[in-house]
């Protein structure tokens, strides 16, 4: 699996933004899409959405469409998430996983199709 370290958390206010990123260790990040998750206290891991290998695909679940952006730079090895009017219920860790598909163009994209090795996270606090 392509290993991932997310980076970028910090405190935003309320209707704030955000961006997170995450860091691939190997050229092979190029032929995987990549799924954004987030788990905030005392609940599972929530699926945010994803982009495809190519970064022509994207998809987001109801909680964060309008409001987030997934983005990759297959050059810089990057995956990015910038969060827009942040809410207070967006506080929680998250998280980046490849999808185990590789050259995936499709976009049927859920947490089944992702990999486990879960990484550190970056931590978003909201005040509010």
């Known amino acids: 699996q392509v290993q991932m370290t997310e980076s970028g958390g910090g405190l935003v206010q309320a209707g704030g933004s955000l961006r997170l990123a995450c860091a691939a260790s190997?050229?092979?990040?190029?032929?995987?899409?990549m799924g954004w998750f987030r788990q905030a206290p005392g609940k599972e891991h929530e699926f945010l959405g994803a982009i495809n290998w190519s970064g022509s695909i994207t998809y987001y679940t109801d909680s964060v469409k309008g409001r987030f952006t997934i983005s990759r730079d297959n050059a810089k090895k990057m995956l990015y998430l910038q969060m827009n009017s942040v809410k207070p219920e967006d506080a929680a860790i998250y998280y980046c996983?490849?999808?185990?598909?590789?050259?995936?163009?499709?976009?049927?994209?859920?947490?089944?199709?992702?990999?486990?090795?879960w990484g550190q996270g970056t931590q978003v606090i909201v005040s509010s």
């Open positions: 190997e050229r092979t990040f190029t032929a995987f899409g």
């Open positions: 996983l490849a999808d185990r598909r590789a050259y995936y163009s499709g976009s049927d994209f859920y947490p089944g199709v992702f990999g486990t090795s």
